[in-house]
């Protein structure tokens, strides 16, 4: 699996590596992140909302979570393809109900940046830092159908734990609930 890196726990950020092993930074969400979280919502298609829609993806919503940094409910990360943030975000990432010993993850990434194992990469990296604040679990629900999320999920260490069909969008799907358990020092 690609090298990632989570840096000590006030620093907020930390690194992945892509399957070329190219450098990719990540970061926590930040107040002032309204337009780069709202331009990176636009980058996603209806397709990948029908996969991914934990919230609307749009401006409304980018200033509402990222008014809600401080408030503790949420760890939630953008993926950047360099260190200062010239070209935007290109993945957004976020562990919630973060105040629980087992908080849920989802994870997406802009067209541009997938193909490169970064859905591996980004996956692994919000599970450590779930470890690295002394979470025992991290659960996530994905479609069974969505195969790059299921397997991006699978080899970041998640299995299954149960599946119910879910009606969204005016079709049903097979919608898996994944577990990755946490040991101390992963
Ligand atoms: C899910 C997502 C983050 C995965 O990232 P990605 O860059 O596409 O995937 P990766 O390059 O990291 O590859 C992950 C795995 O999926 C496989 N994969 C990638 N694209 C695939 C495709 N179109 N068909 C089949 N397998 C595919 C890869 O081969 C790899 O598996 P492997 O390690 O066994 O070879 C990305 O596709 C995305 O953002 N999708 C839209 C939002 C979404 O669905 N989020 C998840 C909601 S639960």
């Known amino acids: 699996m690609a090298r990632r890196r989570v840096d000590a726990p006030d620093n907020r950020g ?13 970061r926590d969400l930040r107040p002032a992140d309204t337009d780069v979280l ?3 919502f636009t980058l996603l298609t209806p397709a990948d909302y029908a996969n991914f829609h934990p919230h609307p993806l749009d ?16 760890c939630r990360c953008l993926l950047l393809p360099d260190r200062d943030g010239a070209g935007g975000a290109l993945g957004y990432g976020f562990l919630d109900d973060w105040a629980q010993a087992e908080p849920s993850l989802g994870m997406s990434l802009a067209p541009a940046a997938r193909g490169r194992g970064l859905g591996i990469a980004f996956t692994g990296y919000l599970v450590d830092r779930a470890a690295a604040a002394g979470k ?29 069909l879910e009606a969204w969008g005016g079709r049903e799907r097979d919608e898996v609930g994944m577990r990755c358990t946490l040991r101390p020092g992963r």
């Open 14 to 26: 930390g690194t992945v590596a892509d399957r070329s092993g190219r450098t990719w930074y990540v």
């Open 38 to 40: 709202a331009a990176y």
């Open 59 to 74: 401006r409304e919503t980018a200033e509402r979570l990222t008014a809600e940094v401080s408030s503790g409910g949420a």
């Open 136 to 164: 025992t679990a991290v659960r996530l629900c994905v479609y069974r159908d969505n195969v790059p999320a299921y397997r991006s999920y699978t080899a970041a260490g998640f299995r299954e734990v149960d599946s119910h």
